[in-house]
């Protein structure tokens, strides 16, 4: 039933933002459409960089190398596999995707091609994964429907593993959410590819940006383990409220 409430253009709906059905998951739920779009993208950018006859060797060499790293470091194959089948597969995929490109043209120029694969899909998922369309349309205050669906998808990712959430805390029109452990930091330094864990992180600079506006938040994170820090700091601020420091997001 739709009532007669807009805001920002959007026409508001009596549904709660806690029936979404992507409330609570963690990265394993993103739908069949989605999923497509990245795949295909990613398979553009690889026919862009080596054509279309070379599409087919470099992903042999892929899958030499996918074995190559469970034989090499079966400890951290177990690692992911904790985690999940899907995990195991797509991060050992990755890392031979990164190592064959580095064997060839050097692991910065790897880390760069990757990365903007990376940044290019994260214009899908990062609303698929919010259920964007959706959460905007539902009834109540949409930040704190953004700040609801923010604390629901960390502590299932804390709950999974993925992340261990250190604090979690919400103030007027902010919230913090600290990060002392990443999954992806131990899986890239255990398979001996630390530039992995980096890829998320680029993930989410390009991804935010995509949502924000519609759900009146702005987005800084300072620190992130996988750069150099500590821990990972995310704060989301009701839209006017952050500090200039967007610029130090990493």
Known sequence: MVI????????KQTRKVEE???FGKTLTGLPKETLKKQKAI???????????LGILPFFIKVSQEQRAL?????EAYQKALQLSEDTAKEITMLIGMFNVIAKKEGKENAYEFVKSIFQKVAVHSMPALYQFNDLVKCEGDTF?????????????MNEAGTWIVDELKEEKDEQTIIITECANCELGNAFNCPEIA??????????????????????????????????????????GTAPDTEHLNK
């Open 4 to 11: 007669n409430m807009v805001e920002n253009n959007i026409v």
């Open 20 to 22: 979404l059905e992507q």
């Open 42 to 52: 990613v398979m553009r950018e690889i026919r862009t960089k080596y054509g279309l």
């Open 70 to 74: 469970k034989r090499k470091y079966p």
């Open 144 to 156: 704190e429907n953004f700040i609801k669906f923010n604390t629901a998808w960390f502590k299932a």
């Open 198 to 239: 980096k890829l998320g992180c680029d993930h989410d600079l390009a991804g935010f940006p995509v949502i924000l506006d519609k759900v009146n938040a702005e987005f800084r994170r300072p620190h992130t383990i996988a750069k150099g820090d500590e821990y990972c700091d995310f704060h989301f601020y009701r839209k």
